[in-house]
């Protein structure tokens, strides 16, 4: 367990030092422009269509009522009058973290891995026991799991600091899902994969929780607008530049643990294939 613990610390302190590099930083640019893009379009075509649909949904089944009564028996009566928009932007959310998920996968991940490859792990063979196809097959079945599970915990919302603690875990599994397959496809065979995710499970699920806290963050800052229409268009900026850097920090992150991890799974098979020494 110690072993586990250090390898991860070691992990971040390597990812937090090649965060910084300005080939990385420049990378980031990328899809920040093109997630920025997407959602300015889809916030301006379809955010006050989805607030209208979930108005009169709340109209027909009498949902205002409830939760006037509820948020008033809590103290946050105040709270009422953005009940509607907070449901919208919390559905969108979701969405938000699959296409930064998407564009790191697509622009960040190549780059990050001959980064970190040629730099540290020259000589580690790539086995290419993965494909787009597979990646894409754990992406959207990951993604519509964790959707699912987004939208049955709800109505933790009204307890923030429950929901939070939840959406880390949700995010947290999301990732160390998604990025374990991405780090691996090229360098490690499917039988090295599964066996790296069976004997590093804890300590990937760890990974993926402390980078799923800090995903949190962005969802505060696009749920603040809400309470600050005028800047929301900033706060949605604003969030989506704070996923792309969380997502590739991340990505720093598992790429050195899971790489380092394969080093040392094939150096241990190397060592017991050696032929044992002459006796004389």
């Not at 930083?25 to 920040?32: H, K, N, T, V």
């Not at 959602?39 to 009522?65: K, N, R």
């Amino acid at each position: 367990m110690a072993g586990g613990v250090s390898a991860v610390a070691r992990a971040w302190g390597r990812a937090f030092a090649s965060q910084w590099h300005g080939k990385l930083l420049l990378m980031s640019l990328a899809p920040f422009l093109l997630a920025v893009g997407l959602w300015a379009v889809l916030l301006y075509l379809g955010l006050q269509p989805l607030i209208d649909f979930v108005h009169a949904t709340f109209s027909q089944y009498g949902v205002f009522s409830f939760s006037s009564s509820f948020l008033g028996s809590l103290g946050l009566g105040a709270l009422k009058t953005v009940v509607v928009p907070l449901i919208a932007m919390l559905l969108l959310l979701p969405l938000m973290i699959l296409t930064a998920l998407i564009f790191i996968g697509v622009i960040a991940m190549p780059v990050i891995l001959r980064h970190i490859g040629a730099r540290h792990y020259p000589q580690l063979q790539q086995r290419n026991g993965g494909s787009v196809l597979g990646s894409v097959g754990v992406a959207l079945g990951g993604m519509a799991a964790f959707i699912g599970l987004w939208l049955l915990t709800l109505p933790l919302y009204v307890f923030p600091p429950l929901a939070v603690f939840v959406q880390a875990l949700l995010w947290g599994w999301l990732t160390s899902r998604m990025m374990v397959y991405d780090v691996l496809a090229d360098y490690a065979s499917a039988d090295e994969r599964h066996q790296l995710l069976k004997e590093h499970r804890w300590p990937l699920i760890a990974i993926g929780v402390v980078s799923g806290a800090a995903g949190a963050l962005p969802g505060a800052i696009w749920l603040g607008g809400v309470m600050a229409v005028v800047f929301f268009p900033f706060l949605a900026a604003a969030s989506i530049w704070l996923y792309v850097l969380v997502f590739i920090f991340t990505a720093l992150w598992f790429a050195y643990y899971c790489l380092d991890a394969l080093a040392r799974l094939r150096a241990a098979e190397a060592l017991k294939a050696a032929p044992a020494p002459a006796e004389f």
